[in-house]
Structures are given as C-alpha cells and as structure tokens.
C-alpha cells in the first residue's frame, strides 16, 4: 500500500548540491545552448568561464581555442559562427574594450554569437581582482549609430545558466553578437546549488535565413554597407533599410526580451531597482521591509538590461512615490537609462570600489522617507 | 554556385576596380587561374578580404563564398572559420585571405597566431609599400626611404620582412614573389592546396604611389624586390594541423570528473547566518579551506556562499574568503559583521586589519590565530606548526568548528576526505581538539 508520504518523497527527492560560481554556470548555459566552439582569452575575473569550457568542450564534441588576444579571441568565434556553429568568448573590460570593433562587425554581419562580460573595476586595467558595475553604458554604446545590443544581466549562478541560454536563443533568433553582463562577485563567489531546480528557456536550433560559409548556398557577408546579398554598397537605399533593419529587429523584440522579477505592491513609499551583484542586497533590503513593515516598499530586478525593459519600468514607477536605482558604479549608468525612460529624475543609490549592501539600501529608502 | 569545372570563377561582368597598371588585377587573374586549376567545388572556398583596395575584389569572386573582414583582421576571420570547419565539420573548407601590407602590419600578430594554429588559411599579402587606399603612409613592409605621399610620408624605419617572420613561427609554407610572375597562378594554386597554413608575399606595382614617386625622384623602380633579395621559393615546414593536435591530445583525457553531489548528511544547530572570513597567504590552500568548511556546511543543511579575494598574483600576498552559512536562503554575500575570523599568517593578519575587520568583530564572535600572531582575546593555536602551513587554515576551521558546534566535525571531516586531504585530517583534528567547547566553559558562560 502506498501512503501520500511515500508518493511525495518520490516526487521530491532528497536535494543534491553542488558549490559552483556563476562562471561555471555560465559554462554550463552555454553548453546545454548547444555552444561548441570558444575561444578565449583569459583575464580576470573571467577565467573559470575559459577553464571550465577548455575541460568540457573537447568531450561535448567541440573547440575550444586559446586566442592570443582578445580580439583574435572574438574573431575566432566570428568565423566559427559563420561556419555555422554557436560561438562564445567571455572577458572583461579592458577586453570588451578591445573587443568593441568586432562586436560591430558581428552585428553588421548579422552573425549571431555570445560575448561573457565578466566586469571588473576599471577604467583600463582598474582592479582586476575587484567588482564593480560599472561597463553597463560601455556595452549599450559599444555601436557607432547607437544600435542596440542585448545584454542580460545575471545575479545568482542560476540566473547565470539560464541567461546565458537566454542570450544565446536571442543571438540566434536575431542574428546578432549578445551580451551576458556579469560582475566578479556573480561569477567568482560560490554558491550552493541544485541543479534539479535550474529552470532553463527551450532551445532555439539555428535555422534559416542563417545560412553557412561552406555550406551549399555561396554567402557573401561584409561589414562595409551592403544590399541585400552582401555587396558593398554606398550607404543609400537598400544599405541604409538595411541599418535601419539592423536596429529595427531589436527593438521589435524588446517587450519579448524582457526578462525581470517583480512583485507588485499598489501604493508603495519606494521601488528599489537593481540588477547584478546589487540585486542581491537589494532582496534582502526588500526583506527587511517586508518583514518589519517599516516602509511599504516593492523591488523590481531586472535581468535584460537592453533593449531597456521599457514597460515594466513604466509600471513599477506608476506604482510608487519615488524609485530608488541602486548599482555599484560611480554615477549611476543604469539610474540614467530609467530616466531617460521616465522623463523625471530618480534617486540613485552607487557606490564605487565595494558592494553596495543591505543595509546602505536601507538608509537610503529611510533617508527622505516621512 | 556552380560546379569545379568552370573556367573562371569571378563574375562574368567582374571589373577588377583597379587603376591602370596596378598590380591587384594581375595578381587576382592568378587567383582566378589557381582556383580553376585546382577544380575546387566552389561551396568548399571562403575568400575573406581584408579592407583596403584588394579588399574590394572579394564580392567579384561570384563562385566561391566571400567575406569582407575588418581592417588587420581577415586573418583571424579566416581562422575561426577553418578551425571550426576542420574541428566541428565537414573539414572541406578552403580558406583564402587576401590582404595588403597595411592590414597585414595592423593584424600582424593575428597573421603569427594563425601560423602557430595551422588551420587551413591561404594568406595572399599583396605587398605594395604603402597603403594605396587612404594613399597616405608607407606601411611597414615598404622598404627604407621609400616615397609615398611625398617626401614628409616617406618610410624611416627598415621594411618588415614578414616571411621571416612568419618563418619563425613555423608557418607551413611561405613563398615570395613577383607580381609579373608567369608562375604566379601555380605558385597560389600549390600555396591553397597545402593543407595548412600558407602564406605568398607579391611585391606588387602600385600606379598611385609611383605617381608620388615621379614628382619627388623622377624614377620608377621596383626598389622592394631588391630589398627582399627578390623572390624566395616555397619554404615548407611539415606540421600537423591544430586540430589533429587537438584532438591527440585529448583523446584518452577522462571525461571532467562528475560534479559532487552534497545531500543533507548531518544536522546543524544553527538558527541565524553566520558570516566567517579565513585569511592567510596565498597558496597555503586557504580558500581550498573556506570551500571544504562550505560542502561540509551543504551537508549539515545549510546554504552557504564563498567570496574569494587575492592579489592579481595567485601565489603571493594575502588570500582570504569570506564564508557565509545560514539556515535561511542568502542572498547578499558580503561579510560586514564578521561572527568568527581565522587567520593563519601575517599576510592574511595583515589584510584583515587592512580592512578594519577585528573592530567589527560581531559580539560574542571569536578570533581564531596562528600562536604567532599577536591578536588580543584571540584563541591562539598552533595551525601552522602542527596542521603545516598547508592546512593550517583547514586547522583554524575546524576549530572554529569544534569551538562552534553549530555541526558536527565528522561534517568537515568528510568534505575534507572527499577533496583529498585524509592525510591532513589526523593533524588538523590534533589542533582543533583544543579548541573544542569544554561544558565547563558553557556553565562558566551561564
């Protein structure tokens, strides 16, 4: 005879966990993505992503290559991908920064791929062992026109995985380089995990109208402007629909994009927003809220940074007295963006060189609080 | 796409955009012939140009699949794409890039990598002396002194022999000739058909810069050719292709260990999150120790979380973690109030009080030392002389444990055992004894 007990216990099996960091996690997204080429070169704090792709890599049937350089790093999986095959680097900033120009290429290419931005604290080399935020506006205006790259931003090793699927799916479903923002704390600290509870989008196989260098069907690609079957073209006509197609295909899937967590409360004193590693001291903010009744306060995480989650911003403002934005750069890169979005000034909450943490969350929803 | 027998594999409308007497034309007809020679399938070829004028004769190439490269990039370009063909398909792919001297300076390094790799890329250099497009600078592969834009843009610096170069990083087969070669078209077809990478310098003619040279000196030469000592026949270097290494290398290479699988083993007593910083030298193991202290915790039901720092140098300096353990779900990971620090050596000492951690010690926290270390109201042990210097850290947490109890030792025991530190555990065990909580310092507490 079976008991209800007995029934539960075989449905919940006793949790199995792991310690991993959100760079390992990242290196597993990538590979249930179907990712089978990387290349990489290693800098911190973005090196276990390298590491745990060059172990796993070769048994999953693929490539993973040391670049000498992180440009070389990024072209390798530029070719790789036009070859037909899901690509992915990761780096940091004074990577990314050298990474910019291929980035572009990627995008005027229409060659989807996967750029891991591990952020440290910069500028140039900055703190290479130390967190930060603060590369959010130098990857949304890593384009010369302003085009929208996505970027998600993860904020536990599970949000690693699972954007890191994410971004791939979108670099597939639009043709184009995706940027996955992650901090030094996100992927260096270690974490406990489950991997019976990671959730994980469907995959998105590539399909036309991508179609391969090496394939049956010639391909012509370019960077230069071009009309519809890669020829150089003068930017009129047909090259500029193009760029303006280039952007136009992002922004159509912005509302799609649009990953975040949010609990509406009507009426609150404050909404937090966060992202990242400040996520993480943001909800334990909301916590002590919540629990001690002080402030009717709700929080709004947000996980895709761009294209700008433009409606859930809208709506958890309207739901509030005042926003409060908290990140851990110098001025407020991301408080600005939701400005911009709003129209009206919002309270910002940085700080530069440290996590920002609960309790600096707390005095400033007190600090002009009635 | 057509098939491997056609006669020529630019479009049949194809002007090559050349001025009148440039080398480019000459050179890209030889191409063509190669690849008719060659009686490649057209689906299995990637011309990838570099910017510049040879770049724009890409596109014209109507059979074979073309891809127009950043400037100094098409090298590597091409690379990813052969890499990925030979190692992940069908390993058809005939890649060729065709590049100026210019771009090849400005990709220099990505020229001497894809020589290292060995994919099968074919590297046209079309070497002109001076970037023709911009019709500015001599670029490095111009010979001394040689006039470009006039006077004030001539080159003051020796030319870059690139073969050489590229020779000492054992490209498999370099060649440099002459634009006006009559063997020209065997030379590229014998440089595509090696299967590695290939590269052909052609010291090329360029109308536009001679023109320059007319008005400063009033004389025309090939002057490059005599600097190079003319042409150089195919030099070969047998190597393996990247991923034939590749692959030897990690054929027999066992699968990545499976990850460990921590279940609830043991209880814990704990009722609030408790936040611990171990610090001690780099190398001496210390965060292999916090990570031993948090699977032991997984197993005794806690979640717990490891921020790690260390200097950019992994083996010198400080290194310290600081561990978070809780009943509760965590979710800020910083440490502001310690309740319990463990330092093992006078940098690790150093870094604590750095950051101004002993005065924010949490009330009724303790401080776990080195006997060497100076630390008032510390509990003071002798980590380093009775665990080593290796596991003096694993020593300091484990007594912290034992002084704790909020789980068993057996806990950390077993987590130590599983990363394989059973030989350190009689000695770390020795140290923690000392530190285990006697019921008389409880009743004495009470």
């Known amino acids: 005879m079976t008991t209800d007990v007995e029934l539960l216990d075989v449905e919940r099996p006793q949790p199995s966990y792991d310690l991993v960091s959100g760079n390992r996690m990242v290196a597993e997204g990538a590979l249930t993505a179907g990712c089978r080429f990387f290349a990489g070169y290693p800098i911190a704090p973005a090196f276990e992503v390298f590491h745990v792709m060059t172990e796993a890599l070769p048994q999953a049937g693929g490539l993973a290559v040391s670049a000498p350089d992180d440009i070389t790093a990024l072209q390798y999986c530029i070719g790789a991908s036009m070859a037909g095959y899901r690509a992915m680097t990761a780096t940091s900033g004074p990577g990314w920064s050298l990474m910019i120009e291929s980035v572009q290429y990627a995008l005027m290419t229409e060659t989807p791929l996967v750029v891991v931005v591990v952020q440290r604290l910069g500028p140039a080399t900055g703190g290479a062992t130390h967190g930060a935020q603060g590369d959010v506006r130098l990857v949304e205006f890593c384009t010369s026109g302003g085009y929208t790259i996505p970027v998600f931003a993860p904020s536990t090793a599970a949000d690693s995985f699972a954007l890191t699927i994410e971004a791939f799916n979108w670099a597939e479903r639009l043709r184009m380089p995706v940027v996955l923002l992650s901090d030094k704390e996100v992927g260096t600290t270690i974490q406990r995990l489950d991997r019976a509870e990671l959730t994980a989008p469907d995959i998105v196989q590539r399909a036309a109208p991508f179609t391969p260098v090496g394939g049956p069907a010639k391909v012509a690609l370019t960077g230069s402007a071009h009309d519809r079957c890669g020829r150089l073209m003068k930017p009129a006509g047909e090259a500029l629909e193009l760029l303006r197609a280039l952007e136009a295909k992002v922004v159509a899937q912005a509302h799609a994009m649009a990953r975040f967590q949010y609990r509406p409360v009507s009426n609150a004193d404050v909404v937090m927003i966060s992202f990242g590693v400040t996520a993480r001291a943001m909800k334990e903010a909301c916590h002590h809220f919540q629990d001690t009744g002080e402030r009717l306060v709700t929080c709004l995480k947000l996980e895709t940074l761009f294209p700008v989650p433009e409606r859930i911003i809208r709506h958890a403002a309207a739901s509030a007295r005042r926003i409060l934005v908290c990140e851990e750069n110098l001025t407020g890169q991301y408080a600005a963006v939701i400005e911009s979005v709003l129209g009206r000034p919002v309270e910002r909450l940085t700080k530069l060189g440290a996590l920002i943490t609960p309790d600096e969350i707390i005095a400033a929803v007190r600090r002009t609080g009635p | ?446």
């Open chain 2, 1 to 446: 796409m057509t098939g491997p027998g056609r006669t020529s594999w630019l479009a049949e409308t194809a002007q090559l955009p050349y001025c009148e007497g440039c080398s480019h034309a000459s050179v890209l007809h030889a191409l063509d012939q190669a690849l008719v020679s060659l009686r490649l399938d057209p689906a299995d070829v990637a011309i990838v140009t570099d910017v510049g004028c040879v770049g724009l004769a890409g596109e014209l190439f109507e059979a074979a699949h073309t891809v127009h490269a950043l400037h100094g990039r098409s090298p590597a370009t091409a690379t990813g794409l052969a890499l990925a063909d030979e190692a992940l398909g069908p390993g058809r792919l005939k890649t060729v890039v065709l590049i100026g001297d210019g771009g090849a300076l400005v990709g220099i390094g990505h020229l001497v990598h894809a020589a290292l790799v060995n994919a099968d890329v074919t590297v046209l250099v079309h070497n002109n002396s001076w970037l023709g497009t911009s019709r500015a600078q001599p670029s490095a592969l111009a010979p001394e002194g040689a006039i470009t834009a006039g006077l004030a843009a001539a080159s003051f610096t020796p030319p870059l022999d690139i073969v050489k170069l590229l020779s000492a990083a054992q490209a498999g087969y370099l060649v440099r000739t002459f634009a006006d070669d009559p063997d020209l078209a065997a030379a590229i077809a014998a440089a595509i058909d090696h299967p590695g990478f290939a590269l052909i310098e052609v010291l090329e003619y360029c109308p536009a810069r001679n023109a320059h040279r007319d008005e400063a000196e009033g004389r025309r030469s090939d002057e490059a050719v005599a600097v190079f000592e003319g042409k150089i026949e195919p030099q070969r270097v047998r190597r393996p292709p990247f991923v034939e290494t590749y692959r030897s290398r990690h054929a027999g290479v066992p699968a990545p260990a499976p990850r460990p699988r921590l279940a609830a083993t043991y209880k814990s007593t704990l009722d609030r999150p408790v936040c611990i910083v171990v610090a001690g030298t780099a190398g001496e193991h210390i965060q292999t120790a916090a990570q031993v202290l948090c699977a032991a915790a997984v197993t005794a039901e806690l979640d717990c979380t490891q921020k790690n720092d260390n200097p950019v140098t992994v083996g010198t300096g400080f290194s310290l973690s600081e561990v978070i353990l809780s009943p509760f779900e965590i979710s800020f990971t910083g440490i502001e109030w310690p309740d319990a620090i463990i330092v093992t050596s006078s940098e690790g000492l150093a870094e604590v009080r750095r950051r101004g951690l002993l005065g924010r010690l949490a009330a009724g926290g303790v401080v776990v030392t080195d006997k060497q270390l100076e630390v008032s109201s510390a509990l003071s042990l002798p980590l380093r002389q009775i665990a080593s210097p290796q596991h003096a850290a694993l020593a300091g947490v484990a007594a912290w444990l034992a002084h704790s109890q909020i789980f068993p030792l057996e806990a950390l025991v077993d987590a130590a055992g599983q990363r394989g530190l059973s030989a350190a555990i009689g000695p770390v065990l020795a140290v923690s004894g000392s530190a285990r909580r006697r019921p008389q310092d409880d009743a004495a507490r009470d």
